[in-house]
Nanobody, 117 residues
Framework: QVQLVESGGGLVQAGGSLRLSCVVS????????MGWYRQAPGKQRELVAD???????NYAGSVKGRFTISRDNAKNTVYLQMNSLKPEDTAVYYC???????????WGKGTLVTVSS
C-alpha cells in the first residue's frame, strides 16, 4: 500500500516562502514519478510541478521561477520550495506518486497553504 504524507503548509504573507514535504512509503521511491498539485476553492485540481525518477522537472507557467521541486531518494521525500508567494497561490496542495508501471495514481490528504495580501 503506497502512502503519502504531506507537511509544511500554513499561513504566510505575500512575498514569503514555504517548503512543502511529502514522505512516501510502500513503493520503491527512487523509481516513482512524483508531482505536486493544488486545488483552490471552486477550481479544479491543477499540476504545479512534477519530477521524474531521473530528476527531470516540469512546472506550471504560473509558478515557474518561483517554485522548485526536488527529491531526496534516501529519505523517500519530495519537496516543493515556494518563494515569492502570491495570494493566488492559496490552495490545498497535494502530493502525487506514480510508481512503475506508472498506471496508478496515489495521493496524499493535502496540506493547506494560505497566502495573505
Amino acid at each position: 500500500q503506497v502512502q503519502l504524507v504531506e507537511s509544511g503548509g500554513g499561513l504566510v504573507q505575500a512575498g514569503g516562502s514555504l517548503r512543502l514535504s511529502c514522505v512516501v512509503s510502500g513503493s520503491i521511491f527512487k523509481l516513482n514519478y512524483m508531482g505536486w498539485y493544488r486545488q483552490a476553492p471552486g477550481k479544479q485540481r491543477e499540476l504545479v510541478a512534477d519530477i521524474t525518477s531521473g530528476g527531470g522537472s516540469n512546472y506550471a507557467g504560473s509558478v515557474k521561477g518561483r517554485f522548485t521541486i526536488s527529491r531526496d531518494n534516501a529519505k523517500n521525500t519530495v519537496y516543493l520550495q515556494m518563494n515569492s508567494l502570491k495570494p493566488e497561490d492559496t490552495a490545498v496542495y497535494y502530493c502525487n506518486a506514480r510508481p512503475p508501471p506508472y498506471d496508478m495514481n496515489y495521493w496524499g490528504k493535502g496540506t493547506l497553504v494560505t497566502v495573505s495580501s
